[in-house]
């Protein structure tokens, strides 16, 4: 587990260092019964003339309790699924999930979207939901999604635009936090989700030199579809 140490006079406490790991159940919950599933949007943005070959390489990055990764799986068995993501408690949770789905076409891993684990031009299609609200280097995940792609390969990200909802869960578990640990912990998640503005979504998504992209937007959220050129 990840974790960080603090120094109380006449104890060590050791604290996990992320607010997705300590209120992972939490987070489970609020994906389940909050947040709008995307799953027709990505198949169709991902997979939209023919249904994948076999063995076809998806990734989910900050798959968080494995909620898309377990969806697309299941919708398409044809695909080799992987999620990542930071949080131990998220990657056993969503193990557990696959497991009870019978869906042995779906794996998690711990990993870090900012250092993929994976060879470039290797990937056939990414899925990233809600991740760049709370990482440190936005246009470093970017560059890595672009790096394992493969040629034509496809990327789909989903990012709310809605300042009160959005932030709700992450302000709760900071909350939580403070009310279950004495002192209050250190955590890396920012205090507040950022959720970005239209024009700060359009420069991150450029920030690549894709074969084509496609930006969309809805009430709640804004989307990229995009698809790197052969090299
Ligand atoms: C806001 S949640 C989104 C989860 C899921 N994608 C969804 O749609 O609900 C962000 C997730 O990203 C994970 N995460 C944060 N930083 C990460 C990083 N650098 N690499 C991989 N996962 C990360 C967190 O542990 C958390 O599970």
Redesign the pocket.
């Known amino acids: 587990m990840e974790q960080s140490e603090c120094e109380v006079p006449g104890r060590r406490i050791v604290q996990p260092d ?1 607010l ?1 790991e300590r209120c992972s159940w939490f ?1 489970a919950l609020c ?1 389940e019964y909050l ?1 709008r599933d995307h799953t027709p949007e990505i198949l169709q943005a991902l997979f939209p003339e023919d249904r994948p070959a076999p063995g076809t390489r998806l990734l ?5 309790p494995g ?2 990764a377990c969806r697309l799986s299941e919708e398409l068995r044809s695909l080799q699924t992987t999620g ?4 131990h408690k ?1 990657i056993e949770r969503a193990t557990s999930r696959a497991r009870s789905l019978r869906l042995p076409n779906c794996n998690f891993q711990h ?4 250092h993929l684990p994976y060879d470039s031009d290797s990937i056939d299609a990414i899925v990233v ?3 760049f ?3 440190p280097d936005k246009e470093g995940i970017v560059s890595e999604i672009f790096r394992v792609l493969k040629p034509e390969g496809r990327c789909f990200i989903a990012e709310p635009t809605s300042g009160f909802r959005t932030r709700f869960p992450l302000a709760v578990m900071w909350l939580l936090s403070r009310l279950t640990t004495s002192p209050a912990g250190k955590y890396r998640e920012p205090q507040q989700a950022d959720v970005m503005s239209r024009p700060d979504f359009e420069t991150l998504v450029k920030s690549q030199e894709w074969g084509s992209m496609e930006l969309k937007y809805d009430g709640w959220y804004q989307y990229a579809v995009c698809r790197k050129g052969l090299l």
């Open positions: 992320s997705f987070y994906r947040f989910e990055l900050g798959c968080g909620f898309y990542i993501d930071l949080s998220l990993a870090d979207a900012h939901s809600r991740l609200l709370i990482v």
